[in-house]
T-cell receptor, first 115, second 115 residues
């Protein structure tokens, strides 16, 4: 069974369009994350939700809007796509207790290409 | 910002041990050392983590110096499938909220296992 699954795996779209990426985890984790990996392979955190509450919001354009309908899902909606948004987007999850941070489990990424 | 320093690349012969070093001279007392790897086109994969004692699991061993300022990840019998970028990351083991849950990736070490 896939622990952290993302859809779609590939996404090709034109500038100005709006698109969404979905993420689901079946690990029973309470915290989910979005990371962006650019063309230079640098992985950078974008957002994190804990129990559906936004807890990390890095300097990301407000065209990016995460939504967590429940603890097992974290979706990423991107408005008015730009060429610079082309990247691989990774979803991850972990268990964050009062005294413990579990390792993060990552999905296999969504490769977004904006033309 | 990443708080670790790793060599950009290393080679290892198949079947031999791969020893990947990491410097984390500013590590805090509440921070663990985590190792992840990213095989081409896949999401980062958790390998191992430790606080101050040496750790071993089915994938690797982690040796942390007594002053905790550096560590070494050991893959005992490297295979071609171990070719990947290996990331050494320091992260709080307690949930202090928000920023402490972040996993901040540096540039990692590209390990090339040669046949």
């Amino acid at each position: 069974d896939t622990a952290v699954s993302q859809t779609p795996k590939y996404l090709v779209t034109q500038m100005g369009n709006d698109k969404s990426i979905k993420c689901e985890q079946n690990l029973g984790h309470d915290t989910m994350y979005w990371y962006k990996q650019d063309s230079k392979k640098f992985l950078k955190i974008m957002f994190s939700y804990n129990n559906k509450e936004l807890i990390i919001n890095e300097t990301v354009p407000n065209r990016f809007s995460p939504k967590s309908p429940d603890k097992a899902h974290l979706n990423l909606h991107i408005n008015s796509l730009e060429l610079g948004d082309s990247a691989v987007y990774f979803c991850a999850s972990s268990l964050v207790g009062s005294s413990y941070n579990s390792p993060l489990h990552f999905g296999n990424g969504t490769r977004l290409t904006v033309t | 910002d990443a708080k670790t320093t790793q060599p950009p690349s290393m080679d290892c012969a198949e079947g031999r041990a791969a020893n990947l070093p990491c410097n984390h001279s500013t590590i805090s007392g509440n921070e663990y050392v985590y190792w992840y790897r990213q095989i081409h086109s896949q999401g980062p994969q958790y390998i191992i983590h430790g606080l101050k004692n040496n750790e071993t699991n089915e994938m690797a061993s982690l040796i942390i110096t007594e002053d905790r300022k550096s560590s070494t990840l050991i893959l005992p019998h490297a295979t071609l499938r171990d070719t990947a970028v290996y990331y050494c990351i320091v992260r709080a083991y307690m949930n202090y909220g928000g920023a402490t849950n972040k996993l901040i990736f540096g540039t990692g070490t590209l390990l090339a296992v040669q046949p």
